[in-house]
């Protein structure tokens, strides 16, 4: 009868060595522990497993050149027994083990453990490690190519200059993983946790990383051509200098381009809408709210653009949108404008009444009650006016605080504004140039006054409707009736 107790029937991480009476010969158990000594944090796992693996190795040696998948035969066959067995069955526990360098293509190690284990240099192309749990494990160099490890666990796992070309990693933990110049070109790294990996130098070309999670990771100078990055996401990743030449960022959110290049990507903020949700939108009675919808589009920050801060700064200050706010800017001041012709045709209109109150007061000497009643009427004005600059009344500083205010934020937009369009036309054209994005440090300072023009933006626009609102409910014509 097993005993529950025996850790070769538990799923659970092995933390000293064992079963070293079911070793075969004294001379093995004195191979394995030499073999394994002083690498790493040494052996921790069941000796009578790791016999099996390396006898079944050593039978390989002898059998000459093997193609992937023709090893291992034996064990794969005592893996595949275990797994049909009913519960409970022997669970694989390697952890610590010293396998440098060896060839275990096509291995069947699905949720082994193999923490600590080292396996650099080796050849593991093709093997199924499905939840497997390498955990701190040496890696590099090591050779796994169309390898098998979903839901694998590699958290900090030194997989430095590693091949896993085409392998299956949806939903693996690489969480402060080491993978520097690692191959990762074609691989499935789906729902993959990548927060706070070394991926410097990576290969990442085609690699399909939707849904990633690569907050915190360094990507310095790693390629990403032609990947497939929809809702990856990049929150506080290191990206100066990575190649995303003709990848797919849609909806990728937290992205900072620092020195990189972005040829032919794809860097939509917001993922494609299926057609039947865009017809039942933009068709039936929402059609009527097409002219709102627009406003609102165009006055959102963001809406339909790309949320990283370099591509918002681009779309929005050059380009198209150059003209929309130019237009704007016209509407904005077309309000002030009629305010100072109006200003301009009153002042005139006052000096002339002056003109013509003196020449009556001169005509009417020597009719007392007349020249009374004008001077009555000119003391009365004066009592209820005052003169000012024309200045003070265009920017409404003779009517209410807040009006004054509005002026200035709108004056301070347009500025704000003014700037912002020249500093990033010109890295712009620096971009153009050199087909390499500006570094982010001489873009984010611009990106933060581009936040801050935003809320002056609505405040501009509240200036235009107040202003054009007064000047129409106030301003009163004559019409012919």
């Known amino acids: 009868m097993i005993e529950p107790e025996n850790p070769s029937f538990k799923d659970e991480r092995s933390t000293e060595p064992y079963n070293e009476d079911k070793v075969s010969s004294p001379e093995m158990l004195e191979r394995l522990k030499k073999e394994g000594s002083g690498i790493g944090p040494g052996f921790k796992g069941d ?92 890696l590099q160099q090591a050779r796994l190519e169309g390898a098998f490890l979903p839901g694998a666990r590699l958290k900090g796992a030194d997989l430095t200059q590693a091949h896993l070309d085409g392998a299956f990693l949806v939903g ?18 789906n729902s993959a946790h990548l927060e706070g990996a070394d991926l410097e130098g990576s290969h990442l070309e085609r690699a399909k990383l939707e849904n990633a999670h690569l907050e915190g990771a360094i990507l310095r100078e790693a390629h990403f051509y032609r990947a497939y990055l929809f809702e990856t996401h990049f929150e506080g990743a290191f990206l100066y200098g990575a190649i995303f030449d003709g990848a797919d960022l849609t909806a990728a959110t937290g992205i900072r381009f620092s020195k990189n290049r972005i040829h032919r990507t794809q860097i939509d903020g917001e993922a494609k809408v299926p057609w039947s949700v865009r017809r039942r939108k933009y068709a039936g009675p929402w059609f009527f709210l097409l002219p709102l919808l627009f406003l609102i589009a165009l006055f959102t920050p963001n809406y339909g653009n790309p949320k ?78 005052r003169e000012t600059r024309a200045v003070w009344v265009l920017v409404g500083w003779t009517e209410t605080w807040w009006a004054f205010v509005m002026v200035i934020v709108l004056v301070a937009y347009n500025a704000f504004r003014a700037v912002l369009t020249l500093r990033v036309s010109a890295l712009r054209d620096a971009e153009e140039r050199s087909q390499v994005t500006p570094a982010l440090d001489a873009y984010w300072p611009l990106f933060r006054c581009h936040q801050f023009a935003t809320i002056l933006m609505w405040g501009a626009v509240l200036s235009v409707l107040f202003h054009t609102g007064y000047w129409a409910w106030t301003t009163k014509v004559w019409v012919a009736v």
């Open 47 to 138: 000796w009578s497993q790791l016999e099996r693996l390396v006898r079944n190795l050593d039978a390989d040696k002898r059998a000459g050149d093997l193609k992937p998948g023709e090893g291992l035969k034996e064990w794969n066959e005592w893996v595949k027994s275990q797994t049909k067995q009913a519960v409970p069955r022997e669970r694989i526990h390697l952890e610590g083990a010293f396998l440098v360098h060896v060839r275990l293509e096509g291995a069947k190690l699905d949720k082994a453990h193999l923490e600590g284990a080292s396996l650099g240099l080796s050849h593991l192309e093709g093997a199924h490690l499905s939840g497997a749990h390498l955990n701190g494990a040496n």
């Open 172 to 189: 693996a933990d690489f969480e402060g993983a080491h993978l520097r110049s690692a191959h990762l070109e074609e691989v499935d790294l």
């Open 308 to 385: 990283d801060p370099w591509s918002v700064l681009r779309r929005k200050y050059t380009g198209p949108w150059f003209f929309v706010h130019l237009l704007l800017l016209i509407v904005f001041f077309t309000p002030y404008a009629a305010k100072f012709l109006y200003l301009s045709g009153l002042s005139r209109a006052q000096a002339h009444i002056e003109q013509q109150a003196d020449v009556l007061e001169q005509d009417l000497q020597g009719h007392e009650r007349a020249e009374e009643a004008i001077r009555e009427m000119q003391r009365r004005y004066k009592e209820t006016h």
